[in-house]
């Protein structure tokens, strides 16, 4: 009959501390690279991206070697082309493909136009080496420095 009362007060502080480390690890977690996307304007002059983008607003006037030349991009560091290689592949695929090039302006200027199919045709043949169908990112490093 003694022992009825002996287990009441034994559990009233175990949950005190479970919460103190838990956010700090989550808040790491938030600046890998795979979700924070650099932004074009951090390589790029906005100016010079606009007026790249400006130059080529009629169908089928887009020349990638041009357009490199325009928004500042050929005179950039090979790493810094890598850079810009990884906003425009959307899908972190390692490859810029076919659908992803229709959108490559409007990467870099959102209200840009998309390009035509010839266009997209032209830039695939112009930087797609080995004929798979896809820019691999060391194929656009050799466009954009060529």
Do not use: W
Request: aromatic residues 8%; glycine residues 4%.
């Amino acid at each position: 009959m003694g022992h009825t009362h002996t287990l009441s007060l034994s559990h009233t502080h175990t949950h005190t501390h479970t919460h103190t480390h838990t956010h700090t690890e989550e808040k790491n977690n938030a600046f890998s690279p795979t979700v924070v996307k650099m932004s074009l304007t951090s390589i790029l002059s906005a100016d010079a991206i606009e007026n790249a983008v400006k130059d080529c607003q009629a169908p089928d006037s887009f020349c990638y070697k041009k357009f490199f030349q325009l928004c500042g991009l050929s005179q950039k560091s090979p790493q810094e082309v890598k850079d810009v290689f990884c906003i425009i592949d959307e899908d972190n695929s390692g490859f810029i493909e076919e659908a992803e090039l229709k959108f490559f302006l409007q990467r870099f200027f959102p209200g840009a136009r998309t390009l035509t199919e010839k266009e997209i045709k032209s830039l695939l043949t112009a930087a797609d080496d080995d004929s798979d169908g896809r820019i691999g990112v060391d194929e656009f490093q050799t466009m954009v420095l060529s």
